[in-house]
């Protein structure tokens, strides 16, 4: 039915039919972008998983190829689970793997390419040893998975981390090894959190203060500071903090510890789980992807025979300017397949304002804008009274609640009675110093009429520096909207599921329901993809 086949993104990836979770192993290899990725390939739920494959020149247009492991073995036949792929100096790729045992223990396994002259890698080889690594006795059998991207120490050994729990204790354990086959679990743990549950898919990379481009795994020095990500299995958000690691020690410790892993940062504030991130050699940058699951009900993703997306590949490094955040911004070949740009300048939104734009199909957008505000009336805004709830996105009753300072933003997939629309906003309030907290959130809770799909209202405050204006990136691709402000300093993933405002019937809108401030916008948008496709998958454009 065509609700339900508009919900296909055009430029998100999907395996098109049947379940996808984390993406696995990305790596760029002889002029080719791979992505596999956890995949059942027998319905669109979770269940037997194997590695999916696909490959690109550029991670936009999308290649779909066999499957690259199934479950054939002992020590995976319960399951082909998470792992990454790491790059030897000779240009070789091993990957390692997760499998899930006959009796369901979680081992690591070794895998590679069984013909490396490939470059759409096609089949992949199991090594004999496998498995190469069972879970130490003080780790619950079922606790022990998803290791990273390998790199090379100073003493020249390969180390690599993998996620656990003892009780509720979240934990990054490493290892080292020579050959992959044989392994040194090091004494010292990489970091712990106390109360976090199991740390899935942990991700661990440098980032520079000084350049933005990205770094290889394995560089250290000064002028570094490494990300420690983990997937927590308890609320199924994927948390950062950014730190110090010292290689002798095979130890990290955050820079803040009130926000440290699992307590203060997430990636994205909205859906956004398992992600990876991997160093991309052909354009010198840190690339992350994530899986994007549904949030209707499983009977529609039965329905529609497909579940799951990837959020478009975000480019990772260090905020230079707060140095205390990353930046995340979708990779720029995005940019490839915009088209038909329409453009406003200096839009003026008065208190309560509600203004369509005439910009032609908004199934498939990239809205950018940048909002000013009349600095006289955010001084003369009062600070909070002592004893007042701070605000907070998910519980203050989203777009349609009017303050002084906010919400103003955005309307996208709008019909047009507005009985379906996602507001993405920015809400200020003066804390209890008299210091101005800028939120910036999505609102679902009328994102459609129908009762089955999550309503949540997203967000979080997001740095503002003095003297910046504020700005946020909107990407729009049918069932999906991802935010970012301010440059990447925040982002929200939101799956949405409209049932009238689809195809022609979709609008956006800028709006302020501020009651004391005129917000002046400007913006640009783009269509996005539709010359390559028909609004309902992907095209295969050939290189
Ligand atoms: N998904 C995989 C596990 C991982 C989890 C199984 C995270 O390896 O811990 O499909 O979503």
């Known amino acids: 039915d065509d609700m339900l086949s508009w919900q296909m993104p055009a430029f998100h990836f999907t395996p098109g039919k049947n379940w996808m979770n984390d993406p696995n192993g990305p790596v760029f290899y002889k002029g080719w972008y791979h992505l596999f990725y956890q995949y059942s390939p027998a319905a669109p739920v979770w269940g037997l998983i194997v590695w999916g494959h696909a490959v690109s020149r550029d991670m936009v247009h999308w290649r779909h190829l066999p499957i690259a492991m199934e479950t054939d ?76 991207t390998a790199w090379l120490t100073p003493e020249g050994r390969w180390r690599m981390v993998i996620g656990t729990k003892v009780n509720r204790t979240g934990i990054a354990i490493l290892y080292d090894t020579d050959d992959f086959k044989s392994y040194d679990l090091l004494d010292t743990k990489l970091h712990q959190v106390d109360g976090t549950g199991m740390w899935e898919c942990v991700d661990f990379f440098p980032v520079s203060k000084n350049e933005s ?153 990239d809205i950018m804008v940048e909002f000013e505000l009349d600095k006289k009336l955010t001084d003369s805004l009062l600070p909070l009274k002592a004893g007042s709830v701070p605000y907070n996105c998910a519980g203050h009753g989203g777009a349609g609640v009017r303050d002084a300072l906010g919400p103003f933003g955005v309307l996208v997939l709008a019909n047009k009675n507005l009985t379906e629309h996602t507001p993405a906003y920015f809400y200020i309030v003066k804390g209890k110093k008299g210091e101005l907290d800028t939120f910036f959130c999505i609102d679902q809770s009328r994102s459609s009429i129908a009762k089955d799909v999550d309503k949540s209202i997203y ?24 935010g970012y402000a301010q440059g990447g300093r925040s982002c929200i993933t939101s799956r949405v599921y409209p049932t009238e405002a689809i195809n022609d019937d979709a609008q956006i809108f800028l709006f302020n329901n501020a009651t004391s401030i005129t917000v002046t916008a400007s913006l640009k948008t783009w269509q996005m993809g539709v010359s390559s496709t028909n609004g309902s998958g992907w095209v295969w454009i050939g290189p």
Not at 125 to 137: C, I, M, Y
Not at 318 to 336: A, F, K, M, V, Y
Not at 468 to 476: A, D
């Open 73 to 148: 073995k002992w020590y995976d036949v319960n399951g082909v689970w998470t792992g990454s792929t790491t790059i030897l100096p000779n240009n070789e790729l091993v990957v390692l793997y997760t499998g899930s045992t006959n009796e369901s223990v979680q081992v690591q396994n070794l895998a590679y390419p069984a013909n490396p002259s490939d470059p759409l890698l096609v089949n992949w080889v199991k090594d004999p040893a496998n498995p190469v690594l069972v879970p130490p006795k003080w780790i619950n059998i079922k606790d022990f998975r998803d290791p990273t």
């Open 213 to 365: 481009g990205g770094l290889d795994t394995g560089v250290i020095g000064p002028g570094i500071k490494h990300v420690l990500k983990a997937s927590m299995d308890d609320d199924r958000c994927d948390y950062y903090a950014i730190g110090d690691y010292n290689p002798k020690t095979g130890t990290w410790v955050p820079d803040n510890p009130k926000i440290d892993v699992g307590i203060g940062l997430r990636y994205d504030y909205g859906i956004y789980y398992a992600s990876k991130t991997f160093y991309d050699q052909n354009k010198e940058r840190r690339i992350l992807w994530s899986w994007i699951k549904e949030t209707d009900s499983e009977s529609s993703d039965i329905k529609k025979g497909w579940a799951s997306l990837m959020a478009v590949p975000r480019t990772v490094a260090l905020d230079p300017l707060t140095g205390s955040n990353l930046l995340q911004w979708p990779i720029e070949e995005l940019e490839n397949i915009r088209s038909n740009l329409n453009e406003f300048n200096e839009v003026k939104l008065e208190p309560g304002s509600l203004v369509p734009l005439n910009v032609g199909p908004t199934s498939q957008l």
């Open 459 to 482: 967000g979080s405050t997001v740095p503002v520096l003095e003297g910046e204006k504020l700005s946020m990136r909107i990407l729009v691709d049918h069932s999906i909207v991802e």
